[in-house]
T-cell receptor
Framework: GQSLEQPSEVTAVEGAIVQINCTYQ??????LSWYQQHDGGAPTFLSY????GLEETGRFSSFLSRSDSYGYLLLQELQMKDSASYFC?????????FGKGTRLHILP | NAGVTQTPKFQVLKTGQSMTLQCAQD?????MYWYRQDPGMGLRLIYY???????DKGEVPNGYNVSRLNKREFSLRLESAAPSQTSVYFC?????????????FGPGTRLLVL
């Protein structure tokens, strides 16, 4: 089988750093992706890790460790507009499998 | 360049009614997908089409049919709607760059079945 596990909710303070973890039980995938979805909106692509290690894109970074079946999304200098749901996803053949998402709450 | 478009944006149906959700993309992508999203359940794949002329079942295909009309269009049909099909439906298309696949989502269709 294949599954991705994420915390259902995370709360952080504006200006702080938050890490959203994703553990997976699947094999034979190419890499780990992250998507962001604001309330009432559609998911949008954030980042992709094809290799182990850290990928940085502005305030967002993503990490993958295949040996630990683990990845995370790191958001720095949190802004209120970062309040959203974040999904990790893996590609399996012709399909992408999504985690159930982590709702990020940001406190002022 | 509109990306992925979906119609309608909202729909209310009575149990047993039928309807077709339309999706089109103008990015020349081969692969297209239909997902449903329910609270706490994330995105669940209903059907997908890896290329024009092919369709395959996803995780939750029961009660749905699809048609890949051409490379641009991928429609989802509910033959006899049930309250359990109340959900938000997203269409997506994907681009492959090396080993990286990126999905582009439409704005969604919010469906209420009474």
């Amino acid at each position: 089988g294949q599954s991705l596990e994420q915390p259902s909710e995370v709360t952080a303070v504006e200006g702080a750093i938050v890490q959203i973890n994703c553990t997976y039980q699947t094999s034979g995938f190419y890499g780990l992706s992250w998507y962001q979805q604001h309330d009432g909106g559609a998911p949008t692509f954030l980042s992709y890790n094809g290799l182990d290690g850290l990928e940085e894109t502005g305030r967002f970074s993503s990490f993958l460790s295949r040996s630990d079946s683990y990845g995370y999304l790191l958001l720095q200098e949190l802004q209120m507009k970062d309040s959203a749901s974040y999904f990790c996803a893996v590609e399996r053949g012709d399909k992408i499998i999504f985690g159930k998402g982590t709702r990020l709450h940001i406190l002022p | 360049n509109a990306g992925v478009t979906q119609t309608p944006k909202f729909q209310v149906l009575k149990t047993g009614q039928s309807m077709t959700l339309q999706c089109a993309q103008d990015m020349n992508h081969n692969s297209m997908y239909w997902y449903r999203q329910d609270p706490g359940m994330g995105l669940r794949l209903i059907y997908y089409s890896a290329s024009e002329g092919t369709t395959d079942k996803g995780e939750v295909p029961n009660g749905y049919n699809v048609s890949r009309l051409n490379k641009r269009e991928f429609s989802l049909r509910l033959e006899s709607a049930a309250p359990s099909q109340t959900s938000v439906y997203f269409c997506a298309s994907s681009a492959q760059t090396g080993n990286q696949e990126t999905q582009y989502f439409g704005p969604g269709t919010r469906l209420l079945v009474l």
